[in-house]
C-alpha cells in the first residue's frame, strides 16, 4: 500500500486506503490461488475439488455434513465435487462405524499426493511472504484476516485451529 501507516492513524483510514487493502486481497489471493489452479486445470478440477481435498486432508474422517458445514457450500455442489473426486481415486468414502447413515471421508494415497502439491506452492508463496514481512506483521495478518470473519466462521476456524484438524 506504498506508505507506512501508524497503529493510532489505523483508526482513520480513508476510504482509498480501504480501496487500495481492498484490492490488495484480491490481488494476493490471486497470486494464492495461481499454482494451485494450474495444477487443477490439468485434471479438469475447480477450486472446489482444491478445498476439499485440503480440508479431508485436515481432518480425516470428517463427515460429508461437517465438510458442507466447512465449505459453506450446497450438498448439490459438494456431492458432484466428492463424486468426481471417489470415481478418481483420491477420496474414500466409508461407511461411519458410529452411525452407518454417515459417510466418512478419507483421502487415498493419491490423494494426499495430489493435496500436499497443491499446499506445497501456497505454504511456499506463504512462507516468503512471512519471511520477508517479519514476525510481528504475520501476527497482524492473521489478526486482521480474524477480524473480518463473521462469527461462525471464526468460531470453526479457531477450532480447527485448536484441534489440528
Known sequence: ??????SESLLYLTDEQ?????????FAYRGFTADPDRILATMAYGRAHHRAVHFINRAP???VTNLLVILGVTKQ????????LIEDGLVESRVGNA??????????EAGKALENR?????????????????PEDVA???RVLEAM?????????????????
Open 18 to 26: 480501504l480501496r487500495q487493502g481492498i484490492e490488495a486481497m484480491y
Open 1 to 6: 500500500m506504498g506508505e507506512a501507516i501508524s
Open 149 to 165: 470473519m463473521d462469527t461462525e466462521l471464526k468460531r470453526q476456524y479457531l477450532s480447527l485451529r485448536e484441534t489440528g484438524h
Open 61 to 63: 474422517g470428517t463427515t
Open 99 to 108: 452411525d452407518r447413515r454417515e459417510r466418512n471421508l478419507y483421502l487415498t
Open 118 to 134: 497443491l499446499s506445497d506452492a501456497q505454504r511456499a508463496r506463504m512462507r516468503a511472504a512471512f519471511r520477508d514481512t517479519g
Open 77 to 84: 455442489s459438494l456431492n458432484r465435487v466428492l463424486r468426481t
Open 140 to 142: 497482524g495478518f492473521r
